[in-house]
Every structure is written in structure tokens, then in C-alpha cells.
């Protein structure tokens, strides 16, 4: 009974032994770079959404005397419109995740090899992480494509001919969080590859 | 030594066979999803009678209004994307049926045709939710006026679609968990 036990360890590290060299080590280093790069892209597009605010003064004429003209001062903040809001929140929770996940890869790459199962969970919440990211990108685009370009049938005038700073900020932000997702896509099809490979044939 | 073989083959089998069924089920439920969801936002078209007061003297005016839902492009976006994710599920239902030699492959390809899916049901969901809130809410900061005081019916249109569709991103999203899993599980 022992002498089989061993056996099958004895097997079992034979497989081991041969599955390592199947899930090559430049897989882990790409996971670790990629994962520092989501981090980048998820702070990066936080700090320029966040520092988007303009303030402008406009000439308008006086409601009771339409030929003077009055100052007035007005402010544009991402805080108003409840998509932008959405996208910080989202983008922070991917920074977050991305700080965890890299601490992890590179204990990976440090120890050679991550568990089976972590590897698959950390591939299910990567495609949940997936799913908030672009669903964030998505809002904050049309948030942005309406104040771009307004939309005529709702009367929704646009604003990005008002505030230029305001618009350009968050242009940038949708940009590198488009990024983030595609970088989260490449990092789940990284992962699926190097699960892949572990199957022993 | 046969025998052993030949039932860890079975067990092989059948665990392949639950996930498999499973897997049909959820992408024939995506199909009929995004099928409904890109007809329902598809079709989404009311026409109301507006009165509205030129000069406070004259009596009102009464105008048809007319809410299309190409008039807004997150909307087209979504019906788009819908679309698309029906086509793949479609197409994907044949493929898995024909992939009887579950060739690792043609599995891998579809996990990352899942994958994509997944991104662009979510950011379409994500897009048209943005303008809905705001037909709904509207936004005083930026004064634009809320329009689903006016269409009653084609907001509700619209979260029913936009509900449809998420719930299509979620099965993708649960297909490519189990898939995961199921890789994870061979090994």
C-alpha cells in the first residue's frame, strides 16, 4: 500500500517534472509586466478623470437688460454626471485587483509555479474585472460622445465647445481605460494559454 | 489494467458530456437574449402629441414628436453589439455541436471569441445605461432635460432591452467560467 503510495507520488512528481518545462517561465514574466501595466493604466485614468475639473467665466446678457452683459462663472465637474462617477469607482477596484493580483504573480514567479486552482480563479475574476472595466469605458464613451458632439433630437446641447480642458481630460481617461481592458483581455488569453499547457498530454 | 482504462475513460467522458450540455444550453439561452434584446431596442420607434405654447397669447400648439431609437448612437451601439454577440452564439452553438473530438484548439478560440463578447456586451450595456439615466434623470448641471417624462413606453423599451443584454453579457461571462473550470479540471 505504501509502496504504491510512493509509486503514485513518485509518478505524480514525474508529471510534474514534466509538465513544468511546458508552461515556459517567459509566460509568468509577461503575466507580472502586464499586470504592472493594468495598474498603470487603471491609476493613470483615475488621476486624469479626477483632476478634470475647469472652471470658465462666460459673458451672458442680463435676463432684464439683454444689451449689458453680466460675468458669470461656472463650474464643470466629473462629479456631476453619475457615469463619470461609475468610472472612478470601477477604475479604482481594477487598480486595487491589479495591485493583489501582480503581489501574487510575482510570488508566482518567484516560487516557479502557481497552483492550479488559484490560476483559475484568478482567470475568472480577471474576465469579472473585464466586464466592469469596459462596462465603464462604455458609459463614460457615451457620456463623452454626448457632450462631444450633443445630441439634436433631445435638445441636449454639447459642452466640450465651452470647456476644452474638461473634455480633453476626460477624452484621455476613456482612451487609457480602453487600454486597461485590452490589456486585461491579453492577460486572460495569457492565462487560458498557460493553463492549456499545463494539461498533461 | 484494460478495465482501469477504460473506466477512467468513462469518467472522462461523462464529465465532459454535463459541462458540454451545460455549455449548449447557456449559449442557446445568449442566442435568444441578444436575439430579443436587439429586436425589442430594434423596433423601439413612439410618436406623441407635444402641446407646446409659442406666445403666451396663442393657444397651444399641438405637435407629434417622434423618439427614434437610432436618434441616440449608444443606442445603435447596443443594438450593434447585439447583433453581433447573436450571429457569434449562432455560430458558435454549430461549432461546439460539430467539436465532438473536443479539439483543444477550436475550445480555446471559442473561450476567446467568449472573451470578446463579454467586452463588448458590457461596455454596450454600459454605454446605452449612461444615456437611459440621463433620458430618465436628465442632468441640471448641463441642462439636459429629461425625455422619459414624454415616451413612457420607449424608455421601457429600452430597459427591457438593456436588461436582456446585460443578462446576455452575464451568460457569457458564466460560459467562459465554467470553460475556465473545465480546463482546470483536466489537468
Partial sequence: ?201 | MEVENGGNKEVVVANKRSFRCSDLVLRFLALALTLVAAIVLGVNKETKNVSMEILPKLSPLTVPVTAKWHYLSAFVYLVVVDSIACAYAAISLVITLANRGNKKGLTLLIMISDLIMVGLLFSGGGAATAVGLIGYEGNTHLRWNKVCNIFDRYCHQVAASLFLSLLGATIFLVMVSLSTLNLAKKH
Wanted: aromatic content about 8%; hydrophobic content about 50%; proline content about 4%.
Fill in chain 1, 1 to 201: 500500500m505504501g509502496e504504491t503510495e510512493t509509486q503514485a507520488v513518485l509518478h505524480h512528481g514525474e508529471k510534474r517534472a514534466t509538465a513544468a518545462p511546458e508552461a515556459p517561465r517567459s509566460f509568468a514574466v509577461a503575466d507580472v509586466v502586464l499586470r504592472f501595466l493594468l495598474f498603470a493604466a487603471a491609476v493613470i485614468s483615475v488621476l486624469v478623470m479626477v483632476t478634470s475639473n475647469e472652471k470658465k467665466t462666460f459673458s451672458v446678457p442680463l435676463p432684464t437688460n439683454p444689451i449689458t452683459l453680466t460675468e458669470v462663472t461656472r463650474t464643470s465637474k466629473w462629479r456631476y454626471s453619475p457615469a463619470f462617477v461609475y468610472f472612478v469607482v470601477a477604475l479604482s477596484v481594477a487598480g486595487i485587483y491589479s495591485i493583489i493580483t501582480f503581489l501574487l504573480a510575482l510570488l508566482a514567479l518567484m516560487k516557479r509555479s502557481m497552483p492550479t486552482k488559484l490560476l483559475s480563479h484568478i482567470i475568472i475574476m480577471d474576465v469579472l474585472l473585464l466586464g466592469i472595466v469596459s462596462a465603464a469605458t462604455g458609459t463614460a464613451g457615451a457620456v463623452g460622445y454626448l457632450g462631444l458632439k450633443g445630441n439634436t433630437h433631445t435638445s441636449w446641447a454639447k459642452i466640450c465647445n465651452r470647456y476644452h480642458k474638461f473634455c480633453r481630460h476626460i477624452g484621455g481617461s476613456i482612451v487609457v481605460s480602453l487600454i486597461a481592458s485590452v490589456i486585461l483581455v491579453f492577460l486572460v488569453l495569457l492565462n487560458i494559454y498557460a493553463l492549456s499547457k499545463r494539461i498533461p498530454k
